[in-house]
């Protein structure tokens, strides 16, 4: 089992940047890829981004150039860096992981944490 726990998140006005961190515990020699995904209300879950251990990302293209995912690998930590924030970036943002390159999304998830941005 892997648990994972975000912590980052808030409110910032549009235009500012937040970055978010996950970090995961348990079974973690396992994990392949860790990501983040995001819910607005009445919306479905969706990709933001997600980083496989051989380094390889993908970005949802609403955010491609305005979001940064890194890991730390010794740490178990995933981060999410969020430059030029827009309105429609709020949302709950759940930290994502599996031991598959492919899982889309993967097994384990987050609690989630809010990011509001404001006009």
């Known amino acids: 089992q892997v648990q994972l726990v975000e912590s980052g998140g808030g409110l910032v006005q549009a235009g500012g940047s937040l970055g978010l961190s996950c970090t995961a515990s348990g079974s973690t020699g396992s994990l392949n890829v860790m990501g983040w995904y995001r819910q607005a209300p009445g919306k479905q879950r969706e990709l933001v981004a997600r980083?496989?251990?051989?380094?390889?990302?993908n970005y949802a293209d609403s955010v491609k150039g305005r979001f940064t995912i890194s890991r730390d690998y010794a740490k178990d930590t995933v981060y999410l860096q969020m430059n030029s924030l827009k309105l429609e970036d709020t949302a709950v943002y759940y930290c994502?992981?599996?031991?598959?390159?492919?899982?889309?999304?993967?097994?384990?998830w987050g609690q989630g944490t809010q990011v509001t941005v404001s006009s």
């Open positions: 980083i496989r251990r051989d380094g390889i990302t």
């Open positions: 994502n992981a599996d031991w598959r390159s492919y899982a889309l999304p993967g097994t384990y």
